[in-house]
């Protein structure tokens, strides 16, 4: 009968601020793989208020389209109510913080063209840290 692990990984990114695209899916097939799980899931969370997850294509142009919907749903030069950085929290509020993917015989499933990406809607750069939970059956 396999055994049950679940492991935590910690991975720290620095951002460039408002808007910053950062890849993590190497980071992520690194933790499935040197967790030794076999089938299970793969859970990520961005435990930041002004940060967000997207599982999209990692293409410059999209990345550019992605950057005018957000500023075009949420625009930076509004007047809110909020000091220096509302539209970054409103923008966080319309994306989730965390994303699930399956592990399937010691591999992470993404789509052909899927990344998993850290979006910085602050506006400032930050350090950031987003926590791994690899979980399932050795």
Do not use: C
């Not at 990114?13 to 950062?22: N, P, R």
């Not at 992470?108 to 506006?123: H, K, P």
């Amino acid at each position: 009968m396999p055994e049950f692990k679940i492991t935590n990984v910690r991975h720290t990114v620095s951002t460039k601020g408002e808007i910053d695209f950062i890849d993590l899916t190497d980071a992520i097939r690194s933790a499935v793989a040197n967790s030794g799980i076999k089938n299970g899931i793969v859970h990520v969370f961005a435990p930041h208020a002004t940060g967000i997850l997207v599982l999209t294509e990692n293409d410059y142009p999209l990345l550019k389209d992605i950057e005018a919907f957000l500023e075009k749903l949420v625009p930076r030069n509004k007047d809110y109510n909020h000091p220096s950085n509302a539209h970054a929290h409103l923008r966080s509020m319309l994306f989730p913080p965390d994303k699930t993917l399956p592990i399937i015989d010691g591999e992470v499933e993404f789509g052909t063209w899927q990344s998993l990406l850290f979006v910085e809607t602050d506006v400032y750069p930050r350090k950031r840290t987003i926590i791994i939970q690899v979980m399932g059956e050795q």
